[in-house]
Each structure stands twice: as structure tokens, then as C-alpha cells.
């Protein structure tokens, strides 16, 4: 059974500020003026910033992207008003309201944004005039409009999905729950992936466990780089144990059924914690970057609540994510088909699954995929083309060994992550189900945060020593209790 669609109109009545005839003409009159003195004032403001190079400054850039999100944003509703008024209309179609939402949405957020940046941008100028230049510095300028765009972009699109979603109610899903076939069907196999994949999990939650440990005990690591890395220590457990528990119980139990409700839980969770995994990798390549190609201003850049804001935009970009993605997935129809044959609850998979149309769902999910993905690639590639750079540029073979083992670690986990996540995406469709697809998916989602401890710790002195020195207080503490009970 294919599900029709539930939208029963097809259009919308604006009503406008008045219904009297006579007052048309001066409301056409004073918003069409208003309009014009608002795109023109704001684009004299760019041109003016654009043309002057001492206005070239970190308050004269925002306040020149402010300029261009307010013609945007009344370019989003004033011109329909005014065609309205002209044509003696109230009509909207359906799509158009939507498109109008989505468009309000992103701007009037990136306003509220922007005037935070520029605030926080004052801040740095009345409060740290000497540390200025060097704090808002360029990349860090183009970083925070960046940010506002995409969490403006991410959030309008959330909000839309939501619309939608009241619009359009009925969802005709006829199955309540899902079989996720996992690596084998076959029943001799089955305790040997139990016992492999419980061991890597295992490996996983106490090997980050211990780094987060260990850098939170050890002043001498309380520095962005550990800062980060305990972070990402803090993602890989969550993300993890978003699909490994629930496949050993699905082993134990012998059953393969995962319930609707969470297949959806297990999505949005995974999807979270693989972007906030994205997000911080790319985090730690810019900090690699400041630390290697900076190194005097690096601390003086790099300070606690530029590296918590970063971390916080990570977390709030994955949410966002997440959530769209999982709201596109839950609009969709699914009716018989309800195999999945992976060991976890994939957005492509489920999309192919769904038996009404998913061209717009494939779109969106794609389009942000690419975005943010390739985005974050990108940006780290780009840090790694400018630390490469600065390497090459040190005279001593030390020298350059030792800038290069500062990020060896972090470039080994980018480059099995990336691979591997892309091993999975860039396949075609015909072998996107294939077992050699969900092996991809393993290393991705289970190999690479088990390895990421290893991958910190066996080259870095620092871990291996805070870890030396927390393995010795721990043990003192339990010689101490155990003297106590004795007693």
C-alpha cells in the first residue's frame, strides 16, 4: 500500500494589516518606502566596508554580514506583502509559506547571532584591547559567521520539519518495529561475535574512560588539546553504546526485533555522537594549527572560553543535526518492508525502507550531510596544508619531528575515521547493503573509537605519564581502604 498525501490545502489566506480598501494605498506606500530605505541604507553600509580597507576590522565584518542578513530578512516578507496589496490578494500557496517560514526563520536567528558576536566582539575591544588583533583574528572572525550560519540554517530547517509535521499529521506507518539482521545468521557464529564485540566495547568505555581520567586529574594536561581530546573520549563511549549493547542483547536473546520508537532513539543518538565526533576532529585540527603555525599567540588564541565555545557549538550543531535528520525519517511512511540488514538503525537504510516518497527526505539529508561533512574535512585538510607548511619551514630535523609528533596521533584517527565513514557513503546503491558495507560501518562506529586511546596514549609521554601517576594514586587510595575495612 502506497500512502497518499494527508495535505488538504493547498494554499493559505494572509489577512495583512487591514481589510479597508482605502488604507491600501498608504500601508503599499510606507512599507514599500520602509523596504527601500532598508536595502539601500544596509547595502551603502557593505559597499562603504567593501571599498574602505581601514574599515577592513573584525566589528566592520560582522556588522557588514549583519547588513545582508537584515535586506534578506525583510526581503523574506515585505515583498509579498507589497504583490499582495497590488494584485488585491491574500493568497499564499502552500509551498511558499513554507519556503517564506523557513527564510524568516534563518535570518531573524542570524541577527540574534550576529549581535551576539558583536557584543562578544566589544567585550574583546574595551576588555583585552592589547590581546585584540590577535584574538579576533581573522580565521576566528570567519569561524564564529560560519557557525551562526549553520546553526541558523540547521535550526530554521528543524523548525520548518516541525511545521510540516503539524501540518501533515497522519503518518501511515503500518509497522510497529523493526529486524536488524546484524553481521551472521548463522547460529554458530553467533557467540563469537558476542565475545569479540563485547570485548571491544569494553576496550572502548574503560580506554576512553581512562583518558578522561587521567587528563582530568593532571593539571599539566589541562590544556585545549586535552580539553578536546577528553571530549572526544566523552563522544566515543556515547557513541559506541548506542548500537553495541543493544546488539549483545539482541544476540543473548536471540531475537533480531528492535521496536519503531527505538530504531528512531537509536538514530537520533548515533547520529548525535558521530557528528559530535565530526565536529571535535575538526576542532582538534584547528587547535594543531594555532599550536603549530601560532605558537606565541597560541595561548593568548586558545583560551578556555574560546575552546568551551567551540565544544558548545559542536553540541549544538550535532543536536541539531540529529534531530533533522531523525524528523525527516519519521515523516516517512514505512508499510512491509522491514528487514534492515545492519546492526543498527542507519538513516540511508531506513530511507530505503520507507514506501512513500523520499526524494525531498534524500535531498535534505544528503545536502546537510555534504555540508557539514565535507565542511569539516575541509577545514581540517586545509589546517593540515598550513601545519605541513610551517613544517617544512623549521630548519632542524628535531625540530620538525617534534611538530609533526604533536599531531601524528590526530591525523592517524582523522584518516581511519574519514576512510572508513566514507568507504560507507561514497558506495554505490547496489552495494550500500552489502556486508562489506556494514564492516565499513563497524570500523567507523566501533574500531575507531576502541583504537583512539591507543592511538593518544602510545606516542604521547604526557598521557602515559598522567596515566602512570593516576594508576599509582588509585592504588594508594585502595591499600588505604583496605587497611580501614581491615581495621
Not at 567585550?123 to 559567521?145: E, R, S
Not at 581540517?380 to 598550513?386: D, T
Request: hydrophobic share 50%; net charge neutral; aromatic share 12%.
Amino acid at each position: 500500500m502506497v500512502p497518499g498525501n494527508n495535505t488538504q490545502i493547498s494554499e493559505f489566506v494572509l489577512l495583512g494589516f487591514s481589510k479597508e480598501p482605502e488604507f491600501q494605498l498608504l500601508i503599499f506606500g510606507l512599507f514599500l518606502s520602509m523596504y527601500l530605505i532598508t536595502v539601500f541604507g544596509n547595502l551603502l553600509i557593505i559597499l562603504a566596508i567593501i571599498s574602505d580597507s581601514h574599515l577592513h576590522t573584525p566589528m566592520y565584518f560582522f556588522l557588514s554580514n549583519l547588513s545582508f542578513v537584515d535586506i534578506c530578512f525583510t526581503s523574506t516578507t515585505i515583498p509579498k506583502m507589497l504583490l499582495n496589496i497590488i494584485t488585491q490578494t491574500k493568497v499564499i500557496t502552500y509551498e511558499d509559506c513554507l519556503t517564506q517560514m523557513y527564510f524568516f526563520l534563518l535570518f531573524v536567528q542570524l541577527d540574534n547571532f550576529l549581535l551576539t558576536v558583536m557584543s562578544y566582539d566589544r567585550f574583546i575591544a574595551i576588555c583585552h584591547p592589547l590581546h585584540y588583533t590577535v584574538i579576533m583574528n581573522p580565521v576566528l572572525c570567519g569561524l564564529l559567521v560560519l557557525i551562526s550560519w549553520l546553526i541558523g540554517a540547521l535550526n530554521s530547517l528543524l523548525q520548518s520539519l516541525l511545521a510540516l509535521r503539524l501540518i501533515c499529521p497522519d503518518n501511515n506507518t503500518q509497522i510497529s518495529e523493526f529486524l536488524l539482521l546484524g553481521l551472521s545468521n548463522e547460529p554458530e557464529l553467533q557467540p563469537l561475535i558476542f565475545g569479540l564485540f563485547l570485548f571491544m566495547y569494553l576496550i572502548t568505555v574503560f580506554g576512553n574512560l581512562l583518558i578522561i581520567l587521567a587528563v582530568s586529574s593532571d593539571f599539566h594536561l589541562h590544556t585545549p588539546m586535552y580539553f578536546f581530546l577528553s571530549n572526544l573520549s566523552f563522544a566515543d563511549i556515547c557513541f559506541t553504546s548506542t548500537i553495541i549493547p543493544k546488539m549483545l542483547w539482541n544476540i543473548q536473546t536471540h531475537s533480531k526485533v528492535i521496536t519503531f520508537e527505538g530504531c528512531i532513539i537509536q538514530m537520533y543518538f548515533f547520529l548525535l555522537f558521530g557528528g559530535l565526533d565530526v565536529f571535535l576532529l575538526t576542532m582538534m585540527a584547528y587547535d594543531r594549527y594555532m599550536a603549530i603555525c601560532h605558537p606565541l599567540h597560541y595561548m593568548v588564541i586558545m583560551k578556555p572560553r574560546l575552546c568551551g565555545l567551540l565544544v558548545l557549538s559542536s553540541f549544538i550543531m550535532s543536536f541539531l543535526y540529529a534531530l533533522m535528520q531523525s524528523l525527516m525519517v519519521v515523516q516517512l511512511s514505512f508499510c512491509t518492508k522491514r528487514v534492515i540488514p545492519h546492526i543498527f538503525c542507519e538513516a540511508n537504510l531506513m530511507i530505503k525502507l520507507a514506501c512513500s516518497d523520499t526524494f525531498i527526505c534524500d535531498m535534505v539529508v544528503y545536502f546537510v550531510s555534504v555540508v557539514l561533512g565535507g565542511g569539516s574535512l575541509g577545514a581540517i585538510l586545509y589546517s593540515y596544508s598550513k601545519i605541513i607548511a610551517c613544517i617544512n619551514g623549521i630548519s632542524s630535523a628535531q625540530g620538525k619531528y617534534k611538530a609533526f609528533s604533536t599531531c601524528a596521533s590526530h591525523l592517524s584517527v582523522v584518516s581511519l575515521f574519514s576512510c572508513s565513514v566514507l568507504g560507507v557513503y561514497l558506495t554505490s546503491a547496489d552495494t550500500h547493503s552489502s556486508h562489506s558495507s556494514v564492516i565499513a560501518s563497524v570500523m567507523y562506529s566501533v574500531v575507531t573509537p576502541m583504537l583512539n586511546p591507543f592511538m593518544y596514549s602510545l606516542r604521547n609521554k604526557d598521557i602515559k605519564k598522567a596515566l602512570k601517576i593516576f594508576g599509582k594514586e588509585t592504588n594508594k587510595e585502595l591499600i588505604v581502604l583496605g587497611l580501614k575495612n581491615c581495621h
